[in-house]
T-cell receptor, first 110, second 114 residues
Framework: RKEVEQDPGPFNVPEGATVAFNCTYS??????FFWYRQDCRKEPKLLMSVYSSGNEDGRFTAQLNRASQYISLLIRDSKLSDSATYLCVFYQTGANNLFFGTGTRLTVIP | EPEVTQTPSHQVTQMGQEVILRCVPI?????FYWYRQILGQKVEFLVS????????KSEIFDDQFSVERPDGSNFTLKIRSTKLEDSAMYFC????????????FGPGTRLTVL
């Protein structure tokens, strides 16, 4: 079983739409969770951390469900500039490195 | 805002040749990392480096790979004898602390092995 699994998409949504991505992880010892954004041929950039209680940053909301071992990202009022690949990432304290999912590609259409 | 820089942005080499990829981490950071991303695939951890030694490495990081911090500012990844399957984007990252949300990624070096 893969460590991190994401629907690769692509998700094509109109501007203003709400879109949600899920990600499942297999390692129950995973400590911290993140969503990264990666533009084509660019480096991954941290979008937001994911906290157990759920957290929001503007139009973005992240949720963590440890019992079911998944995290989610909700984007409201999609903008053209949200077009990118969204990477589900977890961090294991003992390993001190990041484990990346393959990413979900989002295209926001005018 | 300080950033991680990497050179070159694109390196083309012949199979069997040695390459050195260079990174300048953010100046007050203590933890350094190399990741790679084969085209169309996920980002994969290669190695982490702290206090002038490797702290963790993945199974990808075999004897063909080595890392070094030769002068206190550069952090290099050397591939001794490149293979076709080494073609990928190589990202350097640095962090102030041991942890995830302090890892800052450089723009990457695209390595093409012919």
């Amino acid at each position: 079983r893969k460590e991190v699994e994401q629907d690769p998409g692509p998700f094509n949504v109109p501007e203003g739409a709400t879109v949600a991505f899920n990600c499942t992880y297999s390692n129950s010892a995973s400590q911290s969770f993140f969503w990264y954004r990666q533009d084509c041929r660019k480096e991954p950039k941290l979008l937001m951390s994911v906290y157990s209680s759920g957290n929001e940053d503007g139009r973005f909301t992240a949720q963590l469900n440890r019992a079911s071992q998944y995290i989610s990202l909700l984007i409201r009022d999609s903008k053209l500039s949200d077009s990118a690949t969204y990477l589900c990432v977890f961090y294991q304290t003992g390993a001190n490195n990041l484990f990346f999912g393959t990413g979900t590609r989002l295209t926001v259409i005018p | 805002e300080p950033e991680v820089t990497q050179t070159p942005s694109h390196q083309v080499t012949q199979m069997g040749q040695e390459v050195i990829l260079r990174c300048v981490p953010i100046s007050n950071h203590l933890y350094f990392y190399w990741y790679r991303q084969i085209l169309g695939q996920k980002v994969e951890f290669l190695v982490s480096f702290y206090n002038n030694e490797i702290s963790e490495k993945s199974e990808i990081f075999d004897d063909q790979f080595s890392v070094e911090r030769p002068d206190g500012s550069n952090f290099t990844l050397k591939i001794r004898s490149t293979k076709l399957e080494d073609s990928a984007m190589y990202f350097c990252a640095s962090g102030r602390d041991r942890g995830a949300d302090t890892q800052y990624f450089g723009p990457g070096t695209r390595l093409t092995v012919l």
